[in-house]
T-cell receptor, first 109, second 115 residues
Framework: GIQVEQSPPDLILQEGANSTLRCNFS?????LQWFHQNPWGQLINLFY???GTKQNGRLSATTVATERYSLLYISSSQTTDSGVYFC???????????FGAGTRLAVHP | ETGVTQTPRHLVMGMTNKKSLKCEQH?????MYWYKQSAKKPLELMFV???????ENNSVPSRFSPECPNSSHLFLHLHTLQPEDSALYLC??????????????FGPGTRLTVL
């Protein structure tokens, strides 16, 4: 099956710093989503981005489907950005999301 | 209520108990999913229902029994669970159509502890 690798596994930032999270996947996909999991376990949708570039406030994402990777950019990080960021890809007839292991981000004041 | 809701949010049960998790989506979607998140493993898909029909069972043990009575409701019936089944169980929904697959939205999860 399709493999999803996220890097780095852990990231520690000072408030105000910028960061880039990476997601590599092993096969062609018809869906790619980025999520932020808060401390209570809720998965919050950040981007639905099977290809191209999107921006939402301080966050932006780029997926290069032909090269099988996606990047999530966080600018001017805040303590509320802390948590785990997941990349998930979908392939096949129905939207079976395959999740990466996540990047655990800690933003310190 | 908006989005995807799940009840209960926390559940503690013994290995001989029978309990059910409930999920409801208020988004007009036609596909619903159960995922499991264990402490040591990535989020993994358990079941997929599309138009109330089960289209995926990801080799889940029979002690987990899903039910989808309509496109808005999804249940996960639990019986004779093991301590290793303790995990966060997440429900999701999406709209699936001829144009292709669509974005999934998740509920807040049920944190299950099996004693």
């Amino acid at each position: 099956g399709i493999q999803v690798e996220q890097s780095p596994p852990d990231l520690i930032l000072q408030e105000g710093a910028n960061s880039t999270l990476r997601c590599n996947f092993s096969d062609s996909v018809n869906n790619l989503q980025w999520f932020h999991q808060n401390p209570w376990g809720q998965l919050i949708n950040l981007f639905y981005i099977p290809s191209g570039t999107k921006q939402n406030g301080r966050l932006s994402a780029t997926t290069v489907a032909t090269e099988r990777y996606s990047l999530l950019y966080i600018s001017s990080s805040q303590t509320t950005d802390s948590g785990v960021y997941f990349c998930a890809v979908g392939s096949g007839g129905y939207n079976k999301l395959i999740f990466g292991a996540g990047t655990r981000l800690a933003v310190h004041p | 209520e908006t989005g995807v809701t799940q009840t209960p949010r926390h559940l503690v049960m013994g290995m001989t108990n029978k309990k059910s998790l409930k999920c409801e989506q208020h988004l007009g979607h036609n596909a619903m999913y159960w995922y499991k998140q264990s402490a040591k493993k990535p989020l993994e898909l358990m079941f997929v229902y599309n138009f109330k029909e089960q289209t995926e069972n990801n080799s889940v043990p029979s002690r987990f029994s899903p039910e989808c009575p309509n496109s808005s409701h999804l249940f996960l019936h639990l019986h004779t669970l093991q301590p290793e089944d303790s995990a966060l169980y997440l429900c999701a929904s999406s709209h699936e159509g001829l144009a292709g697959t669509h974005e999934q939205f998740f509920g807040p999860g049920t944190r299950l502890t099996v004693l």
